[in-house]
């Protein structure tokens, strides 16, 4: 696929722009979370009538060839059956869209920013400070996975990045009433990712294709499930600098972000109406 167009398009966008703005622009202007309800709807759309595909299952393998997830056939199984082989056939979609985010907009961005701005772990205390995603005392963490995946380390961002993702759903939880450990043996276990990202809170506060994203980059074994292979350590060096690693420092900007979002789209409607009038 010719991305170039849409290279330039990024670049176009991001030229010139201050340190601030060229933040707000990588994370809510260049790019969007994926429409999981469009992605659903397009794939049992285009596996209509493919009937010869839908006999035979299919099986997903790591690296080292075991088995971590296996697709039953759609065809004559049940609905339940059906629908996780629409699962698998949207995470493959999903795949190819975090793919081309990645190559035509959040990384071209990102290269923006660096070329033009002196930046530092410092620039992004503004927005972790008092923020309702983040846990106080987790600021300088997030800081530094962010300023690292900001300069292309993206090995450092995610193990600094994803055990604090996790913290902050607990967080949202916790001030929404909810306990998120379970009594179990006359032991307090802490809830899985899964449990918590299933949550109706989770998905009310954050958004269920935000949910959707992270859940199929965290723990979906179809997909990347990158949560669970780094916390075993096994993901090689290389699989840190894949479009997946990347498109997740990607949205963990975002949700950062997000609380600042209205004031600085104000911010910046009020002085695109100065600038029009000047």
Known sequence: IDISGEIKNTRQKMEGLSLENALFTLA??????????????????????????RLFGSMHMNREGLILAQVPPSLGIGD???AKC????????????????????????????????????????TYLTNNPFIRQGHEYLYSKGLFAGLNGDFATAAHLLIPQI????RYVLEQHGVETTILKEGVQEYWTLGKILSH????????????????????EKLYS??????????????????????????????????????????????????????
């Open 86 to 125: 629409t699962w698998a056939n949207m995470m493959r979609s999903v795949k190819i869209g975090h793919e081309l985010a990645v190559k035509a907009a959040i990384e071209p961005a990102r290269y923006c920013i660096l070329s033009e701005h002196h930046i530092s772990d410092e620039i992004f205390y």
């Open 225 to 278: 499930n990158i949560r669970n292979e780094m916390a075993h350590g096994l993901v090689h060096a290389g699989h840190f600098f894949q479009p997946a690693v990347q498109y997740l420092w990607w949205l963990t900007l975002r949700l950062c972000l997000t609380p600042f979002y209205a004031g600085w789209n104000m911010q910046s409607e009020n002085q695109l109406a100065e600038e029009m009038h000047a």
């Open 28 to 53: 809510f202007s260049i790019n969007h979370v994926q429409n999981y309800a469009q992605i659903k709807e397009n794939t049992i759309e285009s596996t209509r009538g493919l009937l010869f595909s």
């Open 200 to 219: 109706e809170i989770i998905i009310e506060v954050l958004g269920e294709d935000i949910v959707y994203e992270l859940q199929s980059l965290l723990i």
């Open 166 to 169: 996790e913290s902050s759903l």
């Open 80 to 82: 339940d059956e059906n």
